[in-house]
């Protein structure tokens, strides 16, 4: 199984700043997924995040909103650009069927 | 699209009893089916999963899950519940978007557990 780490843990943060989410993973993986999971809600993906290419986004998710980074196969961060109160919601990092802890996000 | 429905909300069971979480799912082709458990302020831990093979899969904590196809069903099940499985449950579809090959996964809208005493 996969062990994936995630930083920050949570955040609270302004309306109209940003926040970078760093994901770490103990083994070498060409995909990597960002999902969100609202308060109350299920998991929506947001992108998935190969090495070496541009993130493919969901419809409903861009790119201005949600850039993500993969710099090497075992990292990805994912930023929450111009936060609105509407971010506040926990942000998994995926491998495989494995889960990241989460950052637990909340906007004012 | 692939899809899974939980139609319940919640589930109430006492503890000792068996339990079910129910899980339907929709899908074009095999189907490549998950089940995972959420504590409060927990991330998102993987019990089990059914690709191929027997249709009764063993997974983590004494779970196991029926994959039934005529019934298109995938329900969680326990022989003798505990009050720490008091827990979101949620079940989840492999998602192989053509032209991409790209396996995110697709998941239901969760069920509440509750084990009273």
């Known amino acids: 199984s996969a062990v994936i780490s995630q930083k920050p843990s949570r955040d609270i943060c302004q309306r109209g700043t940003s926040l970078t989410i760093q994901c770490q993973v103990d083994?070498?993986?060409?995909?990597m997924f960002w999902y969100r999971q609202q308060p109350g809600q299920s998991l929506t993906l947001i992108a998935t995040?190969?090495?070496?290419?541009?993130?493919?986004?969901e419809s409903g998710f861009v790119i201005d909103k949600f850039p993500i980074s993969r710099p090497n196969l075992t990292f990805s961060t994912l930023t929450v650009s111009n936060m609105s109160p509407e971010d506040s919601s926990i942000y998994l990092c995926?491998?495989?069927?494995?889960f990241g802890p989460g950052t637990r996000l909340l906007v004012l | 699209a692939q899809s899974v429905a939980q139609p319940e909300d919640q589930v109430n069971v006492a503890e000792g009893n068996p339990l079910t979480v129910k899980c339907t799912y929709s899908?074009?082709?095999?189907?490549?089916l998950f089940w995972y458990v959420q504590y409060p302020n927990r991330g998102l831990q993987f019990l089990l999963k059914?690709?191929?093979?027997?249709?009764l899969v063993k997974g983590s904590y004494g779970f196991e899950a029926e994959f039934n196809k005529s019934q298109t069903s995938f329900h969680l099940k326990k022989p003798s519940a505990l009050v720490s499985d008091s827990a979101l449950y949620f079940c989840?579809?492999?998602?192989?978007?053509?032209?991409?090959?790209?396996?995110?996964?697709?998941f239901g809208t969760g069920t509440r557990l509750l084990v009273s005493p």
């Open positions: 995926s491998v495989d069927r494995y």
């Open positions: 083994s070498q993986v060409t995909m």
């Open positions: 995040a190969n090495q070496g290419s541009e993130a493919t986004y």
């Open positions: 899908v074009s082709g095999n189907p490549y």
């Open positions: 059914y690709i191929t093979g027997d249709n």
């Open positions: 989840a579809v492999r998602d192989r978007s053509l032209g991409t090959g790209f396996q995110k996964l697709v």
